[in-house]
């Protein structure tokens, strides 16, 4: 039996936050709470997510034993100025690429991932980058990304 993925909708926010926090507590080694910055990533998801023509996607497999999500991958499409390589300035990145505990090693986030790269296709982006931790890592190898030279720099303003 293979692995239904779907387009995440609007009544999938909730469950598309708590799977962020299920992603953000493993990366940082203990629970992150809800609180004013899941509230503002909903608000985004509501205002982003829908209809066809959106520049943001989420993914998802469904729990196989009762409602909620089991995994998902979001991403988005970023527009810079073109350039020879890339003349429309289109980028995609893939973030929020979760799945519930008792699920992994079932191959659901690499089923949602690739839904997200074909969506990526569809809208002609040449390019897709995202973070890896070391848990997804060879996930995303799997799926054909390389590590690049690493010249990202960051500043953060205010506090």
């Given at each position: ?53 959106a ?31 890339n ?8 973030f ?8 992994r ?12 790269l ?27 990304f ?14």
């Open positions: 039996m293979g692995i239904s993925v779907r387009r995440a909708t609007l009544a999938d926010t909730d469950e598309l936050i708590r799977l962020r926090i299920v992603m953000l507590s493993a990366m940082e080694g203990s629970r992150v709470p809800p609180g004013d910055w899941s509230r503002r990533a909903a608000a985004e998801l509501h205002r982003r997510l829908p209809g066809p023509d520049s943001l996607a989420a993914f998802v497999v469904d729990r196989p034993d009762g409602p909620g999500l089991a995994a998902c991958a979001v991403g988005t499409i970023d527009v810079h100025l073109g350039s020879p390589g003349p429309d300035g289109s980028i995609g990145y893939i929020n690429v979760a799945t519930d505990e008792e699920y090693r079932r191959g659901l986030s690499t089923a949602c991932l690739e839904a997200l074909a969506w990526f296709g569809d809208r002609a982006v040449p390019t897709v980058r995202l973070f890896a931790t070391p848990d997804g890592q060879s996930v995303y190898e799997r799926l054909g390389t590590r690049e030279t690493n010249t990202a720099m960051r500043l953060k303003l205010g506090s």
